[in-house]
Nanobody, 121 residues
Framework: EVQLVESGGGSVQAGGSLRLSCTAS????????MGWYRQAPGNECELVSR???????FYADSAKGRFTISQNNAKNTVYLQMNSLKPEDTAVYYC???????????????WGQGTQVTVSS
């Protein structure tokens, strides 16, 4: 059973930084593509970034130049370093195992509770 546990959220002022972590279990992490998604109140779940098993990365336009996704296979953990945070980054952030055949809008909350990020102006 795939288990994902997110942590690292918090409240920061605009321009601040946070580092999110997601620890995985129940599947072969090294071979898997992992993603970070977010959902703000009233909005749909959206992809922020993903990283493949061989380290290739993708970023949504909103994350390019500010966020960095990385992984530590020895710790079965994927990270999202978020810099220059903006109030519009406020959302609950979720990690996802990208090989699971579910729609994008289902990926927020499918595996875990997520971690709240709040950015004040």
């Amino acid at each position: 059973e795939v288990q994902l546990v997110e942590s690292g959220g918090g409240s920061v002022q605009a321009g601040g930084s946070l580092r999110l972590s997601c620890t995985a279990s129940g599947f072969t992490f090294d071979d898997s593509e992992m993603g970070w998604y977010r959902q703000a109140p009233g909005n749909e779940c959206e992809l922020v970034s993903r990283i493949s098993g061989d380290g290739r990365t993708f970023y949504a336009d909103s994350a390019k130049g500010r966020f960095t996704i990385s992984q530590n296979n020895a710790k079965n953990t994927v990270y999202l370093q978020m810099n220059s945070l903006k109030p519009e980054d406020t959302a609950v952030y979720y990690c996802a195992e990208e090989g699971t055949p579910i729609a994008t809008i289902q990926r927020c909350g499918y595996w875990g509770q997520g971690t709240q990020v709040t950015v004040s102006s």
